[in-house]
């Protein structure tokens, strides 16, 4: 492999090869630098990022290297981090003007456990307007005159541009795994408190999650690794056996995975491409695969994922309100509107339904499937840039907590990749990472 | 002692005579009977109470007493439970006509826990409706023209009267504290989380504490730890090391306590007999107590609570409202119309206070001080039996999730009882019974 080629080398295969003294992270951060360079003018995945001060980073990771000490799982490999991240050292700006500049005084704990690991922060990548639906400047790297999807746009288009190996986003609705979908990368939406949220936007305590972007699962697997763990910072994080995730994810699963194909409400809205996709997925798996009926109540979680979503923002968003509510952009502030309209017996009552409607699911994971099998989203990347999608196929898993997986397994007759989403019961995260390579492996192969 | 008398012991003395073979429980709940007998037709106590299964219990206790297999701390001691606690063998109506006759399936988290220690599940006791202030059947025995307090009426009463040793009530405004402080009894309100409510009467997951009734600090100790842990099914518990809360309570401190006096926005509806006490305490206690001004962000608690209250019960009790709504009483309708407009942003609002306020006191705690001292109720128990009286002076420690007990260390002219309230930390609840034990034998000995 050239040097120049260095941006291409997954995760996984570049920290063994700093470690193993092969190629330095100094050469790989400017293999990473010269690609986007050459791509970023156009795609724009970047809200900030210092060329110097990422090669600092590196040649500092390579002087500790150098001197025998240990270095950590990540150590050398670049990840974008998306602008909802507090850091120290680069601006935070949340995609909102009244942000421009912010330079928080703490890391976010995600990030700090990121230095831990020896990653080199490449720098913040764009997030629309607080995590929520007005666009940034960022494009589809496959067609610039398509959305990259957000709210993650940067972390997924530039993991899709291979600009960097790994980044991270965050879902409160379909933030990972639709800009995942439309850009052709893997996006993993752990359960919800499996990864402390301390020091990044708050816009929904109940919904927000960190997410996960790469172009193998197991990068991912190498990367949520590192960043779950209990944060007596983040309440909704539990203290738990830290799982060997990597380890996990690379064994074959002891019997062939069975999957549960779940259309959902929402299925009408699915275009002709996504449903001839899923058809041959689904022949393609045979016997592994069976279409379940989801259980009526879910059908209501659309709803009071609105209700939550809402009133927590207005909540959240207060403040923000208060300062420079005229700067926020129009979809924000209806939807704050809205949420200030939300009743707390409105609220509460769809804050209940959240264990009920995991119950219903805990059953048919238990009884039967390994995974559900559902798109990612109705789509390939809407072309536009005024709007990042629609990101329907994605909020019964948020609104659940459950483990959500985009795989880049499809295409549209223009080019554009289509999403697979599986889709795993609660903490089941690991076995759901397993499920995923087992199937990435299995389409690969046939 | 004569056997007619063993109902005057208390719960640490009877555990310890029965294990020696020197009782028998039989006869320790036939002397309690007994009692009940001679003065419950005028306290009126007791929701349900079947003798004969009282005795039964006992008589079983007493069996596998003999047989010398391990028995639990509080082996063949009766306790009441306030009619909220879900009991498999005796009705939960929880005051009101709606649950009249309900017998729940399963036992409360804490009813088993009791029974697992040994204890006798003497009854149910009185509580007002829904554990609001709909007033139940119960006087205070100390004067039957005078209200025992509430919503735990009849636990406080109960032990009060010495009708047995033991009783749990709850607490979501001032339920346990002030019907203590009216009935002459300590009441203890631990840390939120410290003790599940799972399968009792939830009307505020924020606000709910289980409540302690008996007559000694050692009593109170004894039983919290029994009771305290972890419960998945109680998510606001959380997983801990557990404390040996008799042996810390019994410990002598390592330097005399702090106290701080705190008067609350409240003072002013403090009597002059209250304030006259105080006087006489704060005086008693010299160099040990200084005054301290409550920060004025916490003025405002009194009405985050009532936010957060009003709010829970009218998502708690709908299906009451539905089914039954005009056999609610008129002051528990008001409360939930009163909920159900509130907004969800205000509502959210209140909660993301509980911690700010919190984190103002622990600074206090940590510094200088072991305890605030503040009153239990505004008076001793007023005249009347259709009010359960004031809760403003336990509102602010409610809504903290601080431990909070009464002791009854005063009384009014007319020989009613008042109560001396001492307030700790979150989690600080075995130093708070340790200093509270301190005080006692203080006083006692002055």
Redesign the interface.
Known sequence: MELTDLHLLSASEAARLIRDGIISSEQLVEACLTRIREVDPQVQAWAFLDADYALTQAHALDELRLSGRAIGPLHGVPIGLKDIFDTTDMPTECGSVLYAGRTPSRDATVTAMLRAAGAVIMGKTVTTEFAYFSPGKTRNPHNPEHTPGGSSSGSAAAVAASMVPLALGSQTNGSTIRPAAYCGVIGFKPTHGLISRHGTLTISRTLDHVGLFANSVEDIALLVGQIAGYDENDPDTR?RAHLPFAVITAEEPPLPPMFAFIKTPHWQCADEETREGFAEIIEHLGSQVEEVELFPSAGDAWQWHQ?IMS??M??NL?REWGIGGARLSEQLRAQIER???????????AL?RIKLVNDSFIELFEQRYDAILTPAAPSAAPKGLASTGDPSFCTLWTFCGMPALSLPLLQSSSGMPLGVQLVGPRYGDARLLRTARWLAAKVATS
């Open positions: 203290l209700t009133a927590e207005a909540h207060e949420g200030r309209e939300v009743r707390a017996a409105e609220y509460l009552d209940g």
